[in-house]
T-cell receptor
Framework: QQPVQSPQAVILREGEDAVINCSSS?????VHWYRQKHGEAPVFLMI?????EQKGHEKISASFNEKKQQSSLYLTASQLSYSGTYFC????????????FGSGTQLTVLP | DAGVIQSPRHEVTEMGQEVTLRCKPI?????LFWYRQTMMRGLELLIY????????DSGMPEDRFSAKMPNASFSTLKIQPSEPRDSAVYFC????????????FGQGTRLTVV
């Protein structure tokens, strides 16, 4: 089952902050964040694992609430290059390890 | 490593024809995913392989779609017969351990069925 992302779209000015949310109805082991620019493939930003391990990007942070099965991506002091569609992907607990994506959040950073 | 390699990058075919998309995962990765991306449905997981074995194909839309992974370095997604509603960008991605490690995407195949 696909995770749910919000908001669907965000428009902000360079230097402003943004938060993108992701939630699932299933118990999660991992939450992934990817950014996709128009006409390109999704690019890995960050992975958060159950138990607190986090690997990812130096200028973007994220949180993972394991009890609520929710994650948030924090973009601070946004740059023009942050524009794109952000996807969260989730991996469930248990032996199944498929990676399922939400519908995406379109982020536009204006000068 | 060259990353995940997909071919062809673009494919235009007539309705009813067979289409085969190809993917070479990153060497050493034991998990491979096929996704379909459209404006309406976003990134849909079609099928997931682990150690060359299909683990979850519940996302395959119908019997016209089939996927194989004959060895650790090659996978195909076949559509036969193709229909206009199959038009989309198809991505292949690989990872070390399924969704427990980061996935790397190929550049995708843009399929247009006319």
């Amino acid at each position: 089952q696909q995770p749910v992302q919000s908001p669907q779209a965000v428009i902000l000015r360079e230097g402003e902050d943004a938060v993108i949310n992701c939630s699932s109805s299933k118990a999660l082991y991992s939450v992934h964040w990817y950014r996709q620019k128009h006409g390109e493939a999704p690019v890995f930003l960050m992975i958060l694992l159950k138990g607190g391990e986090q690997k990812g990007h130096e200028k973007i942070s994220a949180s993972f609430n394991e009890k609520k099965q929710q994650s948030s991506l924090y973009l601070t002091a946004s740059q023009l290059s942050y524009s794109g569609t952000y996807f969260c992907g989730t991996g469930r607990t248990g032996s199944a390890r498929q990676l399922t994506f939400g519908s995406g959040t379109q982020l536009t950073v204006l000068p | 490593d060259a990353g995940v390699i997909q071919s062809p990058r673009h494919e235009v075919t007539e309705m009813g024809q067979e289409v085969t998309l190809r993917c070479k995962p990153i060497s050493g990765h034991n998990s491979l995913f096929w996704y379909r991306q459209t404006m309406m449905r976003g990134l849909e997981l079609l099928i997931y392989f682990n150690n060359n074995v299909p683990i979850d194909d519940s996302g395959m839309p119908e019997d016209r779609f089939s996927a194989k992974m004959p060895n650790a370095s090659f996978s195909t997604l076949k559509i036969q017969p193709s229909e206009p509603r199959d038009s989309a960008v198809y991505f292949c991605a690989s990872s070390l351990q399924g969704a427990h490690t980061e996935a790397f995407f190929g550049q995708g195949t843009r399929l247009t069925v006319v």
